[in-house]
């Protein structure tokens, strides 16, 4: 059964007291995840704007150290960037500060806390319990990929760079939420998740199965295509300065349905038009199509090309285009042929079998993927795994003839790619090919050739160090940053987590978890205090309350959950036990809600917070609450690299 709530009610700085029975807690964890972005509103301070999490602990009434607090804030100034902070403030029985140490740790975009953010404060106990010493940590989790999702991705200009020499960099999933969400990183600060389908308006969601296709315009407009739940070809698009939008480009088109599990392929042409390939329901490759400031309008490739032969029922699609502005759209045949519908411009679509032009050699395997790009010589590569198991390359250099080239077998006749494995690639940066795929092995390999020099397999799960390697059928995409930064992409087993193969150029690869980035990590011990001062705690409450010197805070969302962990079993009251020195509590404030608890004891407990849309404030703390300078002359500690 619940614990009834304190007077104060369960919000703001009124929150339930843990305790362990008056014995002393030891091991003590607060582990805060947010679900849901925690968004700061107004402030009702002069100088300070923010919010924090504040964990305030009691001790026994013959401690001189009677109250202690151990906090996270996210905060803002006038004429600061928003950041971070850290603080701990230490009270004696009368209420008087013993201590007070303050300082900024990661810089923050703006005065949100993004959902998949967790925060986490653990308290280091001696032999006599006393807490002489915390760690804190924020970990970006982000947001779990849905275990079978597509992944595409696209690096764009930093507008946060002027000029912008710096590059975004942005992975697209489809979320366990069925809503699309990017993984953004811009070099000023670190990833962020961003729920695109939520930004823009919460319209239709993509289809169980929906492909996914990204790519950045020379407008600096973002588009990432996909198969809505209506069966529609839709983009989210963001012009630069703009919203997210969500674009019915069937119903814009008037054009034909596309098949439920049709691929998608799209880019911009050198016009600044716009290019999203697709099968319809006619099994026909069509194009979706919108010159530089025109309308859209659906094309029949195939019936433009002279109504030839078509795709077949699980054909792959890839697109590019050549230095000529000339347009490639390859697929798979109804008799297993590598196919390239083309056009160059002024031209008419024809519809090339570059198997056979290549010599007639190996074609696809029955589930082969497709990938094509263009090299800086406009040579074209189109990528595909052979009825042989092996990654293959059909390649053709400007007035040259097609030819069909064994990868596997040029590399060294070594690890070849599991069946039905993806395949991505991309030109680096030295005018090197790099060609990915999931091995027979299980390890993300590299097809790899620079000029002058011979085709090689690398193993970069192995390169990496890490052995976390991709969930059978996972998908794989990968790309190279201007200045030559290497990012290969997939979801990994078990906890589904979407992992990033990274290479800095003359660096070695790493393997980063994208669902795990942890951004911070401070410990301070032993805590800066007099030997007679350390006490160990007996009662606790956490609380999501305005930034400092008592203010209140407005926030306009946020949820999520704060879990408490603890070696000595923890029960749940809704006042202040007789043990306690003192009834300190927090004199900050916020419209800040907490969830019932049952009494326990627990070892671990789990309690739920969100935000009221009208704030609810309690204005009168029992503290005085963390003081900091008002004064702009003295600013915030920097931030420690």
Excluded at 98 to 111: R, S
Excluded at 344 to 353: E, F, I, K, R, S
Excluded at 598 to 614: E, M, R, V, W, Y
Aim: charged share 10%; net charge negative.
């Amino acid at each position: 059964m619940s614990v009834p709530p304190p007077g104060g009610g369960l919000g703001s700085n009124s929150n339930y007291i843990l305790t362990s029975l008056c014995n002393n807690i030891t091991g003590l964890t607060v582990t805060i995840n947010v679900t849901q972005n925690i968004v700061h509103k107004d402030s009702s301070g002069i100088w300070y704007h923010g919010f924090g999490f504040q964990l305030n602990c009691n001790s026994a009434p013959h401690f001189s150290n009677a109250f202690q607090q151990f906090i996270f804030i996210l905060l803002g100034t006038p004429i600061g960037d928003p950041q971070i902070n850290l603080a701990l403030n230490d009270y004696t029985v009368g209420s008087d500060s013993i201590y007070l140490e303050y300082f900024g740790v990661l810089a923050m975009p703006n005065l949100v806390l993004p959902a998949g953010y967790q925060l986490q404060m653990q308290l280091k106990n001696d032999t006599k319990d006393n807490i002489v010493g915390i760690t804190w940590t924020v970990t970006d989790l982000g947001f779990l990929p849905a275990p079978n999702t597509p992944i595409t991705g696209y690096w764009s200009p930093s507008p946060l760079q002027n000029p912008p020499v710096l590059t975004r960099q942005h992975v697209n999933y489809i979320g366990i939420d069925g809503h699309i969400h990017e993984r953004l990183h811009d070099p000023s600060y670190n990833w962020v998740d961003n729920d695109l389908t939520q930004l823009s308006g919460n319209g239709i969601a993509p289809a169980d199965g929906s492909a996914l296709d990204a790519y950045f315009g020379p407008d600096n407009g973002q588009h990432i295509n996909f198969i809505g739940t209506d069966g529609h070809v839709r983009e989210l698009y963001l012009a630069l300065g703009g919203q997210w939008i969500n674009n019915d480009l069937t119903q814009l088109s008037k054009g034909i349905l596309p098949l439920p599990n049709t691929p998608l392929d799209g880019y911009v042409d050198q016009d600044g038009g716009q290019h999203v390939n697709f099968i319809g329901n006619d099994n026909h490759v069509h194009e979706l199509f919108i010159p530089s400031h025109g309308h859209w309008i659906d094309n029949d490739l195939i019936h433009k090309s002279g109504d030839g032969i078509g795709p077949r029922p699980n054909s792959p699609l890839d697109g590019y285009i050549d230095a000529d502005n000339g347009q490639h759209v390859n697929f798979i045949d109804t008799d297993g042929h590598v196919r390239e519908l083309y056009i160059t411009p002024h031209g008419q679509w024809v519809n090339n079998d570059l198997i056979q032009k290549s010599g007639n050699g190996i074609a696809p395997s029955r589930n082969s993927t497709l990938c094509g790009y263009l090299g800086p010589d406009n040579g074209q590569h189109v990528n595909f795994i052979g009825t042989d198991g092996h990654v293959r390359e059909l390649y053709i250099t400007p007035h040259g003839q097609w030819v069909n080239n064994d990868l596997t077998h040029l590399s060294g006749d070594s690890t070849p790619p599991a069946p039905g494995s993806p395949l991505s690639s991309y030109w680096g940066d030295n005018n090197s090919q790099h060609v990915n795929f999931i091995g027979t092995d299980g390890h993300v390999r590299e097809h790899y050739i620079h000029p002058d020099a011979q085709w090689v397999n690398n193993d970069l799960t192995q390169l990496s160090g890490n052995g976390t390697v991709p969930v059978p059928g996972s998908a794989l995409h990968s790309y190279a940053q201007p200045d030559g930064e290497q990012h290969v992409n997939f979801i990994s087993p078990g906890d589904a987590h979407l992992h990033e193969l990274y290479a800095r150029p003359h660096h070695q690869w790493v393997n980063n978890d994208l669902n795990n980035l942890q951004l911070v990590n401070r410990t301070i011990q032993p805590l800066p205090l007099k030997t007679d001062q350390f006490a160990p705690i007996n009662a606790f409450q956490v609380n999501l309350v305005g930034p400092i010197n008592s203010d209140s805070a407005v926030l306009s969302s946020g949820a999520g959950t704060i879990t408490y962990s603890a070696v000595t079993p923890l029960t749940v009251q809704n006042s202040f036990p007789s043990c306690t020195a003192s009834q300190f509590g927090t004199a900050e404030t916020a419209n800040s809600f907490y969830g019932s608890l049952d009494a326990g004891p627990s070892n671990l407990i789990t309690q739920t917070f969100s935000t009221s849309a009208q704030p609810m404030i309690h204005f009168h703390g029992p503290t005085k609450g963390l003081n900091l300078p008002l004064e702009p002359n003295k600013p915030l500690k920097p931030i420690r690299r």
